[in-house]
């Protein structure tokens, strides 16, 4: 088995389950059974801490687009900050 990160499983693309998606993003990172399960690796594999901040399941185009804007703004900020030549 290939492991890939959470936020790929949780792509449309990927071959899961709608309820395995679903449960992922709903899953609140402060449930103490979902801490014990990450931090003893009892969760199958499935998904990491990650998957406490993710909350949609895009396309993986989706994803990879959202993910170049955010950094672009970041870069920007960066930038006004001078902290970027």
């Known amino acids: 088995m ?3 990160p959470t936020r ?3 792509s449309k693309e ?4 709608d309820k395995l998606k679903n449960k992922i ?8 059974e979902y801490i014990k399960k990450v931090y003893r ?3 199958g594999a499935t998904h990491s801490l990650a998957s406490g901040v993710i909350t949609s399941v895009p396309t993986v ?5 959202n993910l170049i ?9 960066f930038q ?3 902290m970027l030549a």
């Open 14 to 17: 990927f071959k899961t389950s």
């Open 41 to 43: 690796m009892e969760h």
């Open 61 to 65: 185009k989706e994803y990879i687009e």
């Open 25 to 32: 993003v709903s899953q609140a990172i402060t449930d103490p």
């Open 69 to 77: 804007k955010e950094a672009e703004e970041i870069m920007a900020e």
């Open 80 to 82: 006004q900050w001078g």
């Open 8 to 10: 790929f499983i949780l």
């Open 2 to 4: 290939h492991l890939r």
